[in-house]
């Protein structure tokens, strides 16, 4: 086991939210991926309890935000934080695209490896699982339906059926 870290507070630009997933120790939650905003360094944030977060607290990608993190006990991936999800504040607005990302570009460009074999390199050597690479060359793109798995699909909802703590969804009103 590694033993945790103080808890400590960051600035991150979420790029990455994923899909929230039903975990039995935290419920529903998601994990988000992005940068450190001062080092320009890969951080994954997990467990986000995204829907039961309070509405000041809800973020968007490429919205910085401030929160309490250490690490984790069960993950020694250099990237992976725990996070304090009461102490997840909203600092600003979702950074811009215009004028070709002026203010999404001194944070996102310096993350940028040189290749997929740095990126194959660096997973081997420590273990880091969150890159990006500038493809010298895009040669083709797929893309293709995928087909559900109608099993996985019964066992979530046999799983979700008999965990209590997953009330409604909270309905937020813009306008």
Same mark, same amino acid.
């Given at each position: 086991m590694i033993a945790l870290s103080e808890p400590h507070e960051i600035d991150f630009l979420p790029l990455v939210k994923a899909y929230p997933a039903l975990s039995r120790r935290y419920g529903e939650v998601s994990c988000i991926a992005g940068l450190d905003m001062k080092t320009s360094e890969w951080i994954r944030l997990y467990p986000v309890p995204f829907r039961t977060l309070e509405d000041a607290q809800q973020f968007r990608k490429y919205q910085p935000i401030r929160a309490k993190v250490q690490r984790p006990r069960d993950d020694r991936r250099p990237e992976s934080w725990r996070v304090d999800a009461e102490?997840? %504040? #909203? #600092?600003?607005?979702a950074l811009s695209v215009e004028h070709e990302w002026a203010a999404r570009r001194p944070i996102v460009e310096p993350a940028i490896g040189e290749s997929m074999c740095a990126v194959r390199k660096a997973q081997k050597e420590n273990g880091t699982s969150l890159q990006m690479f500038r493809p010298r060359e #895009?040669? %083709?793109l797929i893309i293709e339906d995928a087909e559900p798995d109608p099993e996985k699909g019964r066992q979530a909802e046999d799983w979700g059926d008999r965990t209590p703590f997953i009330g409604p969804p909270r309905v937020r009103v813009r306008g």
């Open positions: 102490s997840i %504040e #909203v #600092v600003g607005p #895009v040669l %083709e």
